[in-house]
């Protein structure tokens, strides 16, 4: 199954989810007033942004269907 899953679906959503922890991790530690805690998170959420921005692109330049299958003679 994992085959036939392209790439760019792993680092589409890789990438959100890392963006999406990282704004939770902010958050988290904005309410205490832990700043290490919000730089973490800002930066996680950062790369988890990067990564989602080359998924995008990977979606945009080859869509999001399964190329065919060759046919053999």
Do not use: C, N, Q, W
């Amino acid at each position: 199954m994992l085959s036939s899953v392209p790439p760019r679906v792993f680092g589409l959503a890789f990438g959100v989810g890392a963006m999406v922890a990282g704004l939770v991790m902010a958050l988290l530690g904005a309410g205490v007033d832990y700043v290490g805690l919000v730089a973490g998170g800002l930066v996680l959420a950062a790369m988890g942004l990067l990564v989602a921005i080359v998924g995008a692109i990977g979606f945009a330049l080859h869509g999001s269907v399964r190329p065919e299958r060759r046919r053999t003679k």
